[in-house]
C-alpha cells in the first residue's frame, strides 16, 4: 500500500471563531485597521543592529532554526538541510535535485523552511514543495512524512510552511499557504491576498490527516503552547495571529490571539519568559504608508503593479525594516527588537532562543544572527 493510499483523511473542524467580546472577527474581506503608533513597548530602537552576523556568505535564506545540543540546523535557499557547527557548513539533506541557482528551480530543488528539533535526536522539516519529512542528522537519513503530491481534504498542498510538534513527536500542526500559489510566487500571494490556506495536523503513528482550519489569508508560522492545548498560526497578509484549541474544553475552537500587529508577522518560536517572538521582515508604519494597507483597497493597483514589475522589482520597494516582538502567553506586547534599516538583521523571518541568545533567520540573507539578550 502506498503512502497516499494508506492515508487517512477526516472532513475538516469548522472551528466557532469569536472575539473577546462574543461577535465574529473583522476583516475578513481582506481590509485592515489603523496600524498601532509605535509608541511604548513598540517604540523603535537599534537593538537589533547589536546583533552578530553568522555564516555570512557561506548560506542563503535560512528561514528557520534548531538546535540539538551545540548543533544548529537550517534550511536554505538551494535545497539543502545542514547543520552549523565550529564554523563549519555541513550538509546533511536534500529532499530534491537538480540546479538550485534560481527562485524558478525551486520545484525540483526543493526548499526547506520550518525546522524543529523531535524528542528523539531527529529533525523535522517542512519543505514549501516536497512535503513534511524527519531527518536524522547523524546518519544522513531521511524520512518522508507526507507528501505534497497527497491531496488533502481534495484540494492539493502549494505551500508547505512552518511545523509545530507536540513533545512526544506524535502530532505535528503545520501550514498549508495557499491551494494556488506556491513558495516562488509568495509576492503574489500577498498582493492577491488570498483566503486559501489552511492549519493542518499530521499524525506520525496514524499517518492520519486533517484540516483543522481553512480560508485562512496566508497562514505562516506555527506554534505550540507550552501546555500544548492550542496552536497559534500567524495569518501574515493580515497582521494577525489566531489561536486554535487541540485540547481541553475548547477543543476544535479558535478565536483571536493579537490582532492589528505593528508588522506581517513569519514565524512564531517560545520565547524563556513563557511568551513568544513573533519574527517581521517588514513593519506597517504609523504614521507613514504601508504598501499593504494600501493595496488592500485598492486590488486594480495590485494587478497594473504585477503587469508593469516582477517579483524582485516589487521587493526593492519593500522597506528592510526588522522587528522581533516579544508576545505575553496571552498575546500582549512585552518588548520589541527593531533594525530601522535592516543594517545588520535584514528580512527577518524567526527569532529562535537558545541558551541566552536570540538566533535570527532570514528568508533571503547570506547570513543569520545571534543577539545576546542580555544586552538588550
Known amino acids: 500500500m502506498s503512502e497516499a493510499d494508506g492515508l487517512r483523511q477526516r472532513r475538516p473542524l469548522r472551528p466557532q471563531v469569536v472575539t473577546d467580546d462574543g461577535q465574529a472577527p473583522e476583516a475578513k474581506d481582506g481590509s485592515f485597521k489603523e496600524p498601532p503608533f509605535l509608541l511604548g513597548v513598540l517604540n523603535p530602537n537599534t537593538k537589533l543592529q547589536q546583533a552578530k552576523r553568522l555564516y555570512e556568505n557561506q548560506l542563503i535564506g535560512p528561514e528557520s532554526i534548531a538546535h540539538i545540543g551545540d548543533a544548529m540546523f537550517t534550511g536554505t535557499a538551494d535545497g539543502r538541510v545542514v547543520k552549523l557547527e565550529n564554523g563549519e557548513v555541513e550538509t546533511i539533506a536534500r529532499f530534491g535535485a537538480g540546479p538550485c541557482k534560481t527562485r524558478d528551480d525551486e520545484p525540483a530543488c526543493g526548499r526547506p523552511l520550518g525546522v524543529r528539533a523531535g524528542p528523539n535526536g531527529t529533525l523535522f522539516v517542512a519543505d514549501a514543495y516536497k512535503g ?64 486559501d490556506g489552511r492549519l493542518l495536523e499530521y499524525d506520525t503513528v496514524t499517518k492520519e490527516v486533517k484540516v483543522l482550519m481553512d480560508q485562512l489569508r496566508f497562514p505562516n508560522g506555527v506554534q505550540l503552547s507550552p501546555a500544548e492545548d492550542f496552536v497559534l498560526v500567524a495569518e501574515t497578509t493580515m497582521a494577525r495571529i489566531r489561536r486554535f484549541y487541540v485540547s481541553g474544553l475548547m477543543k476544535g475552537g479558535a478565536d483571536m490571539f493579537v490582532e492589528n500587529l505593528p508588522g506581517f508577522p513569519d514565524n512564531i518560536r517560545p520565547s524563556s519568559s513563557g511568551g513568544y517572538w513573533v519574527g517581521m521582515a517588514t513593519i506597517r508604519s504609523n504614521p507613514g504608508c504601508s504598501m499593504l494597507d494600501f493595496l488592500s483597497e485598492r486590488p486594480w493597483i495590485k494587478k497594473i503593479i504585477f503587469k508593469l514589475f516582477s517579483q524582485e522589482t516589487v521587493m526593492k520597494f519593500v522597506p528592510r525594516y526588522s522587528l522581533i516582538l516579544e508576545l505575553s502567553n496571552s498575546g500582549a506586547f512585552q518588548r520589541s527588537l527593531h533594525d530601522p534599516n535592516g543594517l545588520v538583521a535584514s528580512y527577518v523571518s524567526e527569532a529562535h532562543e537558545h541558551d541566552g541568545h536570540l538566533y535570527l533567520g532570514s528568508f533571503r540573507s547570506p547570513f543569520l544572527c545571534r543577539l545576546s539578550l542580555e544586552s538588550v
Open 132 to 195: 513534511l519529512f524527519e531527518v536524522n542528522p547523524w546518519k544522513r537519513e531521511v524520512k518522508m512524512l507526507l507528501s505534497s503530491e497527497t491531496p488533502i481534504e481534495g484540494k492539493k498542498i502549494s505551500f508547505v510552511n512552518d511545523l509545530t510538534i507536540t513533545r512526544d513527536g506524535r502530532k505535528i500542526y503545520f501550514t498549508d499557504s495557499s491551494s494556488k500559489w506556491q513558495r516562488r510566487d509568495y509576492l503574489l500571494l500577498i498582493m492577491e491576498g488570498t483566503d
